[in-house]
């Protein structure tokens, strides 16, 4: 797994690490990197959880957004992450967290189905967006209990 660059030395760095960045932090998306990658030259962070959190922010102010455009871009950003328990990941995190996802946890073919059927649901509530959540460090159970309580309450924010 490639490691990230020191948080101090981001905003100097080529628009193409800045995209690179983005990339290991979220999934490759040609339109986030056109949402954030200005924002990583025009500001410092003193971490990458900050970062991460002004990254948010952008996310949000698409998604509360009245402009049918706004929405789409947002929808394309989401798109690039796959779904949970997906055999065809892109990136290298998203490859080593769904596989702790699917392989690490009880409920075997069962929990992978279910899964799967949790996905479809959400989307179904949520046209044009998939659940994304950072997965690492969770179980599958958590994660889709988290899943049951967005669909149920129709927030596509969550808690985990």
Do not use: C
């Not at 905003?11 to 998306?29: C, G, H, I, T, W």
């Not at 189905?113 to 044009?128: A, C, H, M, S």
């Amino acid at each position: 797994m490639k490691l990230l660059p020191s948080i101090i030395d981001l905003p100097a760095s080529s628009p193409e690490d800045r995209a690179r960045v983005l990339d290991l932090l979220f999934e490759p998306s040609t339109q986030l990197h056109t949402l954030s990658v200005p924002l990583l030259h025009e500001t410092t962070f003193p971490s990458y959880p900050d970062l991460i959190s002004a990254v948010g922010v952008q996310l949000t102010a698409l998604a509360e957004s009245a402009s049918t455009s706004d929405t789409q871009w947002l929808e394309a950003i989401l798109a690039s992450h796959p779904r949970l328990g997906a055999k065809k990941v892109e990136s290298a995190q998203s490859r080593a967290e769904q596989a702790r996802l699917v392989q690490g946890s009880s409920g075997g073919e069962e929990g992978v189905e279910e899964l799967r059927r949790l996905n479809e649901e959400y989307e179904g509530k949520f046209p044009g967006l998939r659940y994304v959540v950072f997965v690492n460090g969770r179980g599958r159970g958590v994660v889709m209990e988290d899943m049951r309580r967005r669909i149920a309450g129709g927030d596509v924010r969550g808690d985990v």
